[in-house]
């Protein structure tokens, strides 16, 4: 899901800001200019973030200013907070609140010292800064805190140095990443040091027989494909374009090509990581396989930040193939749609991306592009090989397709032709605001069994049909993963509200037919109230167990992914 | 690895045996005999064993003989160990020793009475029992110790009040599944509770739309398959041909169809486990995927039993493939063939097989078969998909082959001749002892990423071709995994010790090359003395620290997986 999504995000920051045009630029944009510096994967000196100096340069100031708290701190600013007196997120299943509460307390003047004597002037106490790190724009959570400090390591042993100090003093971190996750990941409900992994985007080593390649975190997931295209290799997994490879490790995520590559669970074969007690942890060795003892990278993979930051990540990557088909059929009903998607898994073929998009999502697309296409659930599918055999494949989806009341069957070879095809599914989510151009969208994400997806899309459509606000749906139908983008007026308190209720009813359909509350976005602060009802509170105690035991001081993240009610 | 490796083990139990014939019997016969009466994987009440009437009837006598300590309990035998008086196994690491010590204490009767009360019928103390499941026949590795009690649950609450008990008295348990693993992993050096989960063996549910499958531990790959085949669905993982699904799960197996479907990781969808407290862990829904928590799916398999006994699991399943071609090809050198092996991966065509085999093991076909076949390294491929696809495969590969100076391409479509193909490599095992009929082997089990394979099988062929113990090598190539088959005489100390430094050799070879210490047989007891080496002591003091908090009192298979001298 979200492609694109970051295009869409808008700052709508409310504060003095030192860029004048920033309230203007979409925060897509903003971070690529701060980062056009950084374009150079290989050259970590030129990676350096201009603004920087300036922020940095009030910093002795800064901590010459104040002993015991904060130099600089503005005082908390409750309109920061879209709702600071509401109740905590966690108000029981029926809650649609969003505000995340925690409790900060003042940054020890010692640990920013310390800090600064480890990131020079890698470090920031600006406000906008923290702001910005504190207020994630592609989420529909709101946090009442906003980062103390925002530092950017330039290597491992700086992190580790960074989480010692912050572990030392019992203060909370939020490891920082491309920043595109919708759940809340990367607020700071409790203040603390927010650690911006942008500085570390190195490839450390490209091994181009093994079809794999070491990465610092930062990284993001279309630099690096850039990076490997010259070597007819890829990295198969498809986020939002501004995600970086550490936060798709701290997430779990996946995409649309997940159907034929599987999620980061799968393309990640090893990490470094820094525990809360500064330990750096390697969790495997380089190679494809391994029996040797538990499978730490697995843990740390969709851990969200709770358990370390990771500061390396050895990745499994793809042969770009030979020749790829793209096609695209319409069905009187999403029933049918779902059953096709079935049909084609059970074929044996491997389809590389199989897409399902609703009536509703059509006529966005229609509408954005001006384009004349059914308004039908739509299918749309990429098959991938040889020439021969995406061809071998596309014909017989196209056989399964015209069993199941399928039609319009169009498919494209020639590069032009597959790229304007492919451009309505990747610019889906953009297509939703030509329905309604002033709207935000909170989006959902859960995933059921593939037989379950065409029930929960009908028992959910019955549903959001009946609600006041425009919904749309789009699918990863081979992996039974659903999204619904719902689009509602910010400045309505009671469309916000019917928005989570939509997307509650959803994710109770998903739990109900053995699914998961969320398939690929993670749990952050949205999802944590949904996990006892998915795996049951023993499943919770062992996490629990687990992050106490790794991070007893609870530095790492702390208030997301493990419910609060959750007691050892 | 270990294609009918059990059908070599030979029982070598040196106490009266209630089976007149078990002597002669080979192990893997001897328990087909005895599970003769649970063929039917669903029907449950027909796999209680015949035996165990006979065990179970002295129970009752045995409870009432003696007052806090185990009734009829023999003597501890020291001729029941190899070298009862040798050095602990990890003596370091270039320790040749082999004998698993351990501290035994007395069992409590009272949990006896308790078990009993859970298990009713299906508990045993009988000796011979006890001597079979303490001493596996197919390890390298033996214990100085036996199981006190073996319990036989028939659900997961019998598995939870088990654990529970046991924690009570904080006596230690061994999980045990097909008993396939060669690296020690179900000795029992502490004695305690073995749980034999033989019993637990029902498919619960099949669900054919969502290719995936819910199974009791107890079941074995190879019944699974058979119970799967009429849907035309398998299971894609094919180690030994005892292991059961639990096993394969706790130790991270794979085999040589990996390559294409994954290892044990990749294919299990979610799991319930019994935790050291009696908790029952629901791991994860039956979604595809999912970003919900931490992965403990994942970090339950490959821990060995040392976390938890699991007690269901669910996997994803794949289509039988509509077509299969079976090809083999020579080259002068292991290098060659090692090449061909990278060429074809980085073609991007997905083979489901590459197995490496080297001119010793060539050899030992020829003798075992009555065959003339070329002895020099060769490959042998097996390519899936649709009949065109699986053809333009083979075409792909034929010419990668002969741009690497491999000869003698020749490929079979047709059944029987891929069956006979096909047999040689799995029957490579046993045409080893074609070449030394009364010795035993011993197989190593690393992994490198593929670029170094021909490195490391180079620098091990020439230590082992300058050894006096015949040695052959078989590769998962594609994966990267390399096996070796060392033949030794058991009554011969210098010749184990020997295969023991061999097998030394080529861990820290692979260590050295990036590689792992074992790419899918597991840590177990033989393996823990090179963890640190390859993953250092953060990541074990890691794995320690989880382990301390699901299992405080350190009953979940004491003395597997993380080495002793790893402290918090």
Redesign the interface.
């Known amino acids: 899901m979200a492609y694109f999504f970051s295009r869409f995000s808008r700052l709508r920051s409310s504060s003095k800001c030192f860029y004048e045009n920033l309230r203007t630029l979409n925060f897509h944009n903003f971070r690529t200019q701060k980062n056009a510096h950084a374009r150079n994967v290989m050259d970590f000196e030129r990676a350096k973030k201009p603004w920087m100096t300036w922020s940095s340069s009030v910093l002795p100031l800064a901590l010459a200013f104040s002993a015991g708290s904060l130099a600089l701190k503005p005082q908390f600013n409750p309109s920061l907070c879209d709702a600071p007196n509401s109740n905590s997120r966690l108000g029981g299943k029926d809650s649609t609140q969003f505000v995340v509460k925690g409790s900060q307390k003042e940054i020890p003047q010692v640990l920013l010292k310390e800090l600064e004597a480890i990131c020079q002037d890698n470090m920031t106490l600006d406000y906008d800064e923290r702001y910005i790190h504190g207020k994630p724009q592609n989420s529909f959570h709101k946090a009442v805190n906003i980062p103390d400090v925002i530092v950017y390591p330039r290597s491992e042993e700086e992190v580790s140095k960074i989480v010692q100090a912050c572990n030392n003093y019992k203060v909370p971190i939020v490891p920082y990443g491309g920043a595109t996750s919708i759940e809340g990941h990367t607020l700071s409900p409790n203040g603390g040091v927010c650690i911006d992994m942008s500085l570390m985007k190195r490839v450390k080593a490209l ?6 390649v070491v990465v610092e975190p930062g990284i993001g997931w279309i630099e690096l494909n850039e990076y490997l295209e010259p070597y007819g290799l890829f990295f198969p997994l498809d986020p939002g374009p501004g995600a970086s490879i550490g936060g798709m490790c701290a ?4 995409g649309s090509l ?1 159907v034929r590559y ?2 980061m ?2 393309n990640v074969i090893s990490l470094k990581v820094v ?1 809360a007690n500064g ?18 990278t ?2 740390m ?3 969200e930040g709770t ?1 370390g930051v990771i500061t390396e990540v050895t990745l499994r990557l ?5 020749h790829s088909v793209v096609a695209m059929c319409n069905f009187p009903s999403v029933k049918d749609a779902a059953d096709v998607a ?1 049909a084609t ?5 491997q389809v590389s991306r199989v897409e399902l998009l609703d009536e509703v999502q059509m006529k966005a697309i229609n509408i954005a592009n001006g384009k004349n296409l059914p308004e039908s659930p739509t299918l749309m599918f990429e098959f991938i ?2 020439e ?2 995406a061809r ?1 494949q596309t014909q ?1 989806v196209q056989r399964i397709v015209s069993e199941h009341s399928g039609s319009d069957f169009v498919l494209a070879e020639e590069p032009a032709a597959k790229k304007e095809l492919w451009k309505i599914r990747k610019e889906a989510l953009w297509a939703c605001f030509a329905l309604k151009p002033d709207l935000e969208a909170m989006i959902s994400d859960v ?5 379950h997806l065409a029930d929960l899309i009908s028992r959910s459509k019955k549903e959001l049909d009946a609600s006041s606000l425009v919904c749309t749906v789009i699918a990863h139908a081979g ?3 659903f999204h619904t983008v719902i689009l509602f007026d910010p400045t309505q308190e009671e469309q916000r509200q019917e928005a989570e209720r939509l997307n509650q009813f959803m994710v109770h359909a ?2 109900s037919l ?10 952050g602060t949205g ?1 944590m109230k ?2 006892e009802e ?3 509170v ?6 629990k ?2 992050k ?3 991070d007893p001081n609870n530095i790492m993240n702390p208030g997301k ?2 419910p609060p009610h959750v007691c050892l």
Do not use: F, W
């Open positions: 091994h181009v027989e093994d079809m794999d997430t779990r995520c996946s997940a599987g999620t669970r799968d525990l330990d750096i942890v390697k969790t495997a060795s380089r190679a494809r396989k391994s029996a040797a003892g538990y499978d730490l697995r843990l993979i969709g851990s358990l793809q042969k770009v193939p030979q079935i898994m059970m074929s044996g073929i090989g040889t021969a055999y071998e017989i995933c059921v069994p593939l037989s992996d039974g993963n998903a739990l053995e699914g998961t509350c969320t398939g690929e976005h993670g749990v999802k949904y996990l998915e795996l049951g023993e499943a919770l105690r062992t996490m167990k687990i106490t035991v790794l992914l493990i």
